[in-house]
């Protein structure tokens, strides 16, 4: 099974731009989908992203035109670059993987919280207004 380490985070002020990334190890990373959400303490979970092995993305309303997900299989590693970064995205941010991907009624951005089973210890993003 794969395990993940993201780093990347920090503090950055309204209308920055920070890049999160995310290392896989223990196991072939290129048939693995993967994905980021965020979660605020006594908020619930929040998808971010996804990339499914093909290339192929999905975000969130809130992040589209903004975030910018990809993965370099040959380094086993995702990225997600965050540009016009405001308060509201202040989270911490995980990254996840699933060999699955396609779980019934869900679209891969709905599972990447919930139902992909490799996740990493978080890192953490603050915006300041």
């Known amino acids: 099974q794969v395990q993940l380490m993201e780093s990347g985070g920090g503090s950055v002020q309204a209308g920055g731009s920070l890049t999160l990334t995310c290392i896989a190890s223990g196991d072939d990373f290129r048939s693995y989908y993967a994905g980021w959400f965020r979660k605020v303490v006594d908020h619930v979970r929040d998808e971010v992203a996804v990339i499914e092995p093909d290339g192929t993305t999905d975000y969130a309303d809130s992040v589209k035109g903004r975030f910018t997900i990809s993965r370099d299989n040959a380094k086993n590693t995702l990225y997600l670059h965050m540009t016009n970064l405001a308060p509201e995205d202040t989270a911490m941010y995980y990254c996840?993987?699933?060999?699955?991907?396609?779980?019934?009624?869900?679209?891969?951005?709905?599972?990447?919280?919930?139902?992909?089973?490799?996740w990493g210890q978080g890192t953490q993003v603050t915006v300041s207004s």
């Open positions: 996840a993987a699933d060999t699955l991907g396609k779980h019934p009624g869900m679209t891969p951005l709905q599972a990447v919280g919930p139902m992909f089973p490799y």
